[in-house]
């Protein structure tokens, strides 16, 4: 059963994402390069996790990585 749910739930992340893993997403607090994408529990919004950018989209020089989420 939790087998079928994962494959369930990346099926859905896979169909219906907007973004891609290598894009660029941008929210209120930084910006990111898309490295994975999850999806909450029953497919209720998509997490973005990915290397913080600077603005000239660089990586920034503390290597530091987050979250994003799609809501924001």
């Not at 994975?36 to 660089?58: A, C, H, M, Q």
């Amino acid at each position: 059963f939790e087998a079928s749910k994962l494959a369930v739930h990346v099926e859905y992340v896979r169909l219906n994402s907007p973004y891609a893993v290598g894009d660029i997403f941008t929210d209120h607090i930084g910006t990111i390069r898309v490295e994975e994408i999850s999806v909450f529990p029953y497919g209720i919004g998509f997490i973005y996790y990915g290397s913080e950018l600077k603005k000239d989209g660089t990586p920034k020089k503390n290597g530091r990585k987050r979250r994003v989420f799609l809501s924001n």
